[in-house]
Protein backbone atom coordinates (compact mmCIF):
# COMPACT_ATOMS: atom_id res chain seq x y z
CA UNK A 1 0.00 0.00 0.00
CA UNK A 2 0.67 3.80 -0.06
CA UNK A 3 -0.13 6.23 1.39
CA UNK A 4 -0.29 10.01 0.70
CA UNK A 5 -0.44 13.60 2.43
CA UNK A 6 -1.25 16.70 0.44
CA UNK A 7 0.20 19.86 2.31
CA UNK A 8 0.76 23.65 0.78
CA UNK A 9 -2.97 24.85 -0.16
CA UNK A 10 -3.83 28.03 1.03
CA UNK A 11 -5.36 31.49 0.17
CA UNK A 12 -3.42 33.26 -2.01
CA UNK A 13 -4.34 36.34 -4.06
CA UNK A 14 -5.14 36.43 -8.29
CA UNK A 15 -1.56 36.20 -9.52
CA UNK A 16 0.20 34.51 -6.50
CA UNK A 17 2.12 31.34 -6.42
CA UNK A 18 1.50 28.64 -4.15
CA UNK A 19 3.57 25.22 -3.92
CA UNK A 20 1.55 21.79 -3.24
CA UNK A 21 3.32 18.95 -1.79
CA UNK A 22 2.41 15.31 -2.01
CA UNK A 23 4.20 13.26 0.36
CA UNK A 24 4.40 8.97 -0.06
CA UNK A 25 5.23 6.53 2.40
CA UNK A 26 4.81 2.83 2.25
CA UNK A 27 5.64 0.59 -0.72
CA UNK A 28 7.48 3.80 -2.35
CA UNK A 29 9.05 1.25 -4.99
CA UNK A 30 6.04 0.04 -6.38
CA UNK A 31 4.67 3.80 -7.62
CA UNK A 32 4.89 4.34 -11.24
CA UNK A 33 2.86 7.68 -11.84
CA UNK A 34 1.55 10.52 -9.86
CA UNK A 35 -0.77 12.49 -10.86
CA UNK A 36 -1.95 16.33 -9.55
CA UNK A 37 -5.99 16.85 -9.73
CA UNK A 38 -8.29 19.39 -8.61
CA UNK A 39 -12.19 19.30 -7.88
CA UNK A 40 -14.74 22.11 -7.27
CA UNK A 41 -18.09 21.44 -5.78
CA UNK A 42 -20.46 19.85 -8.21
CA UNK A 43 -17.92 19.28 -10.49
CA UNK A 44 -15.52 15.54 -11.02
CA UNK A 45 -12.21 15.58 -10.20
CA UNK A 46 -10.14 17.09 -13.47
CA UNK A 47 -6.60 15.87 -14.28
CA UNK A 48 -4.19 18.32 -13.77
CA UNK A 49 -0.47 17.43 -14.62
CA UNK A 50 1.58 13.77 -14.35
CA UNK A 51 4.95 13.12 -13.41
CA UNK A 52 6.17 9.35 -13.77
CA UNK A 53 8.94 7.99 -11.70
CA UNK A 54 11.55 9.11 -14.00
CA UNK A 55 10.32 12.71 -13.99
CA UNK A 56 8.54 12.72 -17.06
CA UNK A 57 5.90 15.33 -16.85
CA UNK A 58 2.95 15.94 -18.30
CA UNK A 59 -0.08 19.00 -18.24
CA UNK A 60 -3.29 19.78 -19.45
CA UNK A 61 -3.22 22.40 -21.67
CA UNK A 62 -5.28 25.19 -19.47
CA UNK A 63 -1.76 24.87 -17.08
CA UNK A 64 0.81 24.53 -19.14
CA UNK A 65 3.22 27.36 -18.56
CA UNK A 66 1.80 28.19 -15.22
CA UNK A 67 1.98 25.27 -12.97
CA UNK A 68 5.03 23.25 -12.51
CA UNK A 69 5.22 19.60 -11.51
CA UNK A 70 8.64 18.19 -10.31
CA UNK A 71 9.72 15.21 -7.57
CA UNK A 72 12.20 14.53 -5.01
CA UNK A 73 13.08 11.24 -4.67
CA UNK A 74 15.10 11.52 -1.96
CA UNK A 75 11.91 12.75 0.56
CA UNK A 76 9.36 10.99 -1.67
CA UNK A 77 7.63 13.92 -2.53
CA UNK A 78 6.35 15.46 -5.32
CA UNK A 79 5.67 18.88 -5.61
CA UNK A 80 3.53 21.48 -7.80
CA UNK A 81 4.48 24.73 -8.01
CA UNK A 82 1.62 27.01 -9.00
CA UNK A 83 1.83 30.28 -10.44
CA UNK A 84 0.01 33.16 -11.77
CA UNK A 85 -3.04 31.78 -9.71
CA UNK A 86 -6.61 32.91 -11.20
CA UNK A 87 -9.50 32.91 -8.96
CA UNK A 88 -10.98 30.17 -11.03
CA UNK A 89 -7.99 27.64 -9.81
CA UNK A 90 -9.64 27.79 -6.56
CA UNK A 91 -10.46 24.12 -5.95
CA UNK A 92 -9.16 21.24 -3.76
CA UNK A 93 -6.13 19.54 -4.78
CA UNK A 94 -5.06 16.27 -4.97
CA UNK A 95 -2.44 13.57 -5.54
CA UNK A 96 -2.73 10.20 -6.46
CA UNK A 97 -0.28 7.51 -7.59
CA UNK A 98 -0.74 4.17 -9.64
CA UNK A 99 1.41 2.08 -7.98
CA UNK A 100 1.96 -1.64 -9.24
CA UNK A 101 4.03 -3.51 -12.16
CA UNK A 102 2.58 -1.91 -15.08
CA UNK A 103 -0.44 0.96 -15.84
CA UNK A 104 -2.75 -1.74 -16.56
CA UNK A 105 -3.07 -3.44 -13.61
CA UNK A 106 -2.24 -0.81 -11.28
CA UNK A 107 -4.21 -0.03 -7.90
CA UNK A 108 -4.98 4.00 -7.31
CA UNK A 109 -4.20 5.54 -4.01
CA UNK A 110 -5.72 8.80 -3.42
CA UNK A 111 -4.34 11.96 -1.07
CA UNK A 112 -7.12 13.51 1.30
CA UNK A 113 -6.46 16.75 -0.87
CA UNK A 114 -5.75 20.22 -0.06
CA UNK A 115 -7.56 23.10 -0.29
CA UNK A 116 -6.48 26.41 -2.59
CA UNK A 117 -8.25 29.46 -2.51
CA UNK A 118 -7.49 32.03 -5.14
CA UNK A 119 -8.87 35.46 -4.85
CA UNK A 120 -9.74 38.65 -7.16
Known amino acids: QVQLVESGGGLVQSGGSLRLSCAAS????????TGWYRQTPGDQRKLVAT???????QYEDWVKGRFTASRDNAKNTVYLQMNSLKPEDTAVYYCNVLSGTDLVTATVYWGQGTQVTVSS
Open 26 to 33: GNIDSILV
Open 51 to 57: ISKNGYT
